[in-house]
């Protein structure tokens, strides 16, 4: 049987979707392995099929995001599209056929997918970029596993870690089937470790600077974030603390302006990683979702609410990105076409520093008081002289709402969400926040298990 390995169609859903003489049928957009994978410079476009994949809608091209925020709403925005997908995640009440879920699982594991098939070809790459594309390979499918279990698992910080289940961890090429194609669900513990182990793997096999793709102080700035929702709270502020410093050493910087991050045409100076989009890749979500007709958009599916504007003091400069179209409040962090979608930004690594600090008594880097100056400074608020915990995630929430954090930090500090169609409160390990695993999944691999409630 002839084996091709799948570039930007099929990943781990296909597999296993049909065992009938159709699986063995050459996929659309793929390739056969043994061209795929022959030489340097094939092994090396197979790697930038992952990085287009992760591109897509259906995770960092807005999706992601716009998932934190429905789950995160709290009556602060409101979902006004004609979309159920985002309608019921918004209201907690997700079905097991929902396509976006379904969508984004796919989509993750073609990432997964194609990470593996070049890591199992490194022999073929030119030695001198071999550490090069396994760090980057490595970066990619450590972040595809924890955007997955941030999302279809329990958080780290909810429950046993050891018994919880998460998702399964595939680390060779998916080729063909056999007994051994369907896997089971691992612990939430085993995947974060997972993770770890590709994202430290990572770091220090790759370059300062990458063009678009991930580099050191990205994947460290990623690890940040993955160490903040295990509460490493060290290891979160040493990991940020080196993206800073080998970033600002690269030229990234605060923009002056606040609103100058956003709506670039480009990277703007101070994000440290961004999905790239223009008129040949134009798709963002965030933008088709958040903005209006006017702009090019749908019909401004969300709303701001007034419970949002009222947590800003009444001079920052924050609230300049709010304005009235079709007669709601919006933001404009996601208003014109064509414009980067930020993943990471240099602000959330001096808060996430800030934060780690505070909750570690140390000064690695900068005191909290220092970085949340700075950061107040720069959207023309008066500096503080001193500083509670509770101030600084109240700074992070501001700082990067509407951005695809807010369900994360709500997780990850115990805290809850109020329902937006009635009065009741989900806590922070709630099932209603956790997404199912997909039915087509369920339907095609018996050992799977589904999450509960669903």
């Known amino acids: 049987m002839k084996k091709y390995i799948i570039i930007g169609l099929l990943g781990l859903v296909t597999v296993f979707s049909s065992c009938n003489d159709e699986l063995f049928l050459t996929p659309f957009q793929s390739i056969d392995q043994d061209l795929a994978l022959s030489n340097d410079a094939n092994v090396k476009s197979v790697l930038i099929g992952a990085y287009a994949e992760m591109r897509s809608v259906s995770l960092y091209g807005g999706r992601l995001q716009l998932y934190s925020e429905m789950l995160g709403a709290n009556g602060e925005i409101r979902w006004e599209g004609t979309f159920n997908q985002p309608r019921e995640m918004f209201n907690k009440s997700i079905v097991v056929n929902n396509s976006f879920v379904e969508g984004t699982w796919a989509a993750a594991y073609r990432v997964i997918n194609v990470s593996n098939n070049v890591l199992a070809s490194l022999e073929v790459v030119d030695e001198e970029d071999r550490d090069r594309v396994k760090g980057e390979a ?13 999302l279809y698992g329990l958080p780290y910080v909810a429950g046993n870690l050891s018994t919880n289940l998460g998702v399964p961890i595939v680390l060779t090429p998916t080729r063909g089937i056999n007994e051994e194609s369907f896997v089971s669900r691992n612990t939430v513990a085993e995947v974060y470790a997972q993770v770890l182990s590709d994202l430290t793997e ?25 160490y903040l929702q295990m509460e490493r709270f060290a290891d979160a502020r040493d990991a940020a603390n080196r993206a800073i410093l080998l970033s600002e050493a690269n030229g990234k910087r605060l923009v002056t302006n606040f609103m100058d991050a956003f709506n670039t045409n480009g ?17 963002n979500d965030m933008f088709t979702f958040y903005s209006l007709p006017e702009f090019g958009a749908r019909d401004g599916d969300v709303a701001i609410l007034t419970n949002h504007l009222n947590g800003y003091e009444s001079n920052d400069d924050r609230l300049t990105q709010f304005f009235t179209g079709a007669g709601e409040l919006r933001t404009a962090k996601w208003r014109d076409q064509f414009k980067n979608v930020k ?15 505070f909750r570690e008594n140390t000064a690695i880097g900068a005191t909290p008081l220092v970085d949340i100056n700075r950061i107040r400074a720069r959207v023309i608020l008066p500096a503080k002289t001193s500083l509670t915990l509770g101030e600084i995630l109240k700074e992070r929430r501001l700082e990067l709402a509407h951005e695809g954090h807010i369900i994360h930090d709500v997780k990850r500090v115990r805290g809850s969400i109020n329902d937006n169609t009635g009065s009741d409160v989900f806590p922070f390990d709630s099932p209603r926040m956790v ?6 999944e369920m339907d095609a691999n018996p050992n799977l298990v589904q999450n509960p409630g669903y």
């Open 435 to 440: 997404f199912p695993i997909p039915q087509r």
């Open 202 to 226: 990572a770091e220090p096999l790759l370059p300062p600077t990458n063009g678009f793709f991930a580099n050191s102080y990205v994947t460290a700035a990623q690890l940040s974030r993955v």
């Open 138 to 150: 490595l970066f990619l499918r450590g972040s595809m596993y924890f955007e997955l279990i941030k």
């Open 343 to 357: 993943v990471i930004r240099l602000t959330e690594m001096y808060l996430t520093r800030a934060e780690a600090n």
């Open 267 to 283: 990277d703007s100076p101070e994000d440290l990683f961004a999905i790239q989009v223009n008129t040949q890749d134009p798709d």
